[in-house]
């Protein structure tokens, strides 16, 4: 039920029926009230200074937009680094050290999935997940952290911090519920830099170990976006967002197709990896332009620079 919800919800938003965009006008007058409260919101809300740098990378809509594989590239050029997510679909509730200096300390299940997949890919890094980001925060300054990165945190309005937006094309530009948006599209202009796939970054996909039938399998947002990466001919189920697979799920796909290896994206390798199946893993990397690198580190040596002054000015 959960899959077909997931699937019509995002046709709802990004590739609308008639019937869907009839719906679409029709609660129109619910996401005025939703946007004048998240207007309302941003206008009074209080930032917070941690005395440590935070970097941000968030969108303004619901779904996938690259966010993930963008944190892991940034994080991986610094030491003493702690990256903070909310940890969608986990079974551990509360704020949870998911690796600390690149050891993993907990299961897939308590972490969720792109938690376990983003300490696996940062070595270096601590990853924490809780819902609370201003606890999440002290609990990585006491971990010694020196630079924080926080995923999909653009509308933590409450938190100072450089703000990476990811802006996504879309030709529906209301907010929820008539649309994918959960801030206005023109608070962009809050970001302290805006970015936009295969413009400012892009993805570079190439398959490990390559199968004669494989079959591909996700549960990422907007999983159709992967399809421009495999053969047509190539069979397909997508699930829900952050959707737990069970062993037997797996066994039945393979067997339906014949299937030789089950196609995954890194973020779904690993929830499966453990099934003991046959994997063809899309290995993701980014190519990013300088001028990101640039304003970052931009950004690293202001707050270096006031530290210091901080730190000259106590008697």
Not at 282 to 288: G, K, P, R, V, Y
Request: proline share 3%; hydrophobic share 40%.
């Amino acid at each position: 039920m959960k899959r077909y919800l997931a699937k019509w919800i995002e046709s709802y938003f990004y590739e609308p029926s008639i019937f869907q965009k009839f719906l679409s006008f029709f609660l129109i007058p619910f996401t005025f009230i939703y946007c004048i409260i998240v207007i309302l919101k941003r206008f009074f809300c209080k930032k917070i200074d941690f005395k440590i740098p935070i970097i941000s990378v968030g969108n303004l809509i619901v779904g996938g937009s690259g966010k993930t594989p963008l944190i892991i590239k940034l994080a991986n050029r610094f030491d003493e680094v702690a990256i903070i997510l909310r940890g969608y679909n986990r079974a551990k509730d509360g704020l949870l050290v998911v690796s600390q200096n690149g050891k993993i300390l907990v299961d897939v299940n308590s972490s969720g999935d792109e938690a376990m997949l983003i300490a696996k890919k940062t070595p270096k890094a601590t990853v924490l997940v809780s819902k609370d980001r201003i606890k999440a925060i002290k609990k990585a300054k006491e971990l010694n952290a020196k630079i924080v990165f926080l995923d999909d945190a653009f509308h933590r309005c409450n938190i100072k911090k450089f703000d990476i937006l990811i802006d996504v094309e879309t030709k529906n530009r209301f907010c929820l519920p008539s649309g994918p948006y959960r801030e206005p599209f023109w608070f962009k202009r809050y970001a302290n830099l805006v970015v936009k796939e295969g413009v400012d970054f892009k993805r570079e996909v190439k398959i490990k170990n390559p199968t004669k039938n494989m079959v591909l399998v996700s549960a990422i947002a907007r999983a159709k976006r992967l399809e421009k990466y495999v053969d047509k001919s190539i069979k397909k189920y997508f699930f829900e967002d952050h959707h737990r697979f069970t062993k037997k799920e797996i066994e039945e796909i393979i067997k339906k197709e014949k299937a030789t290896s089950i196609l995954v994206t890194q973020k779904d390798e690993v929830k499966l990896s453990d099934f003991g199946f046959n994997l063809s893993i899309m290995e993701l990397d980014l190519d990013i332009d300088e001028k990101i690198y640039e304003k970052i580190d931009k950004y690293l040596r202001k707050c270096n620079e006031k530290e210091d002054s901080n730190s000259s000015d106590t008697p």
